[in-house]
């Protein structure tokens, strides 16, 4: 069956870097757009970015524009998140999510949280 695990996350100051991890299984990686998305405490899903099958085409929230980087490793099937400059609003649960078409995502891992505190 399909599953996504996240990993990565932790408590970083203003200003600092973490590296999200997403290792996927169940399905042929290297075939399917890939996702990033978080939730802040009380908020809603916000989607950060997405990733093409080859990884040279990639979108970001314009919150995030300039300061994450979504990557992918398909030899490796794994799914990556850069996230330099790091603000306190940054500060969520982040899931990466396996694209289902239409602009939809099918399946979610149970996310890995990043707090950012001074």
């Known amino acids: 069956q399909v599953q996504l695990v996240e990993s990565g996350g932790g408590l970083v100051q203003p200003g600092g870097s973490l590296k999200l991890s997403c290792a996927p299984s169940?399905?042929?990686?290297?075939?399917?757009?890939m996702y990033w998305v978080r939730q802040a405490p009380g908020k809603g899903l916000e989607w950060v970015s997405i990733?093409?099958?080859?990884?040279?085409?990639?979108y970001y929230a314009d919150s995030v524009k300039g300061r994450f980087t979504i990557s992918r490793d398909n030899a490796k099937n794994t799914l990556y998140l850069q996230m330099n400059s790091l603000k306190f609003e940054d500060a969520a649960v982040y899931y990466c999510?396996?694209?289902?078409?239409?602009?939809?995502?099918?399946?979610w891992g149970k996310g890995t949280l990043v707090t950012v505190a001074s």
């Open positions: 999510a396996k694209d289902g078409g239409f602009n939809t995502m099918d399946y």
């Open positions: 169940g399905f042929t990686f290297s075939n399917y757009w």
């Open positions: 990733i093409n099958t080859g990884g040279r085409s990639t």
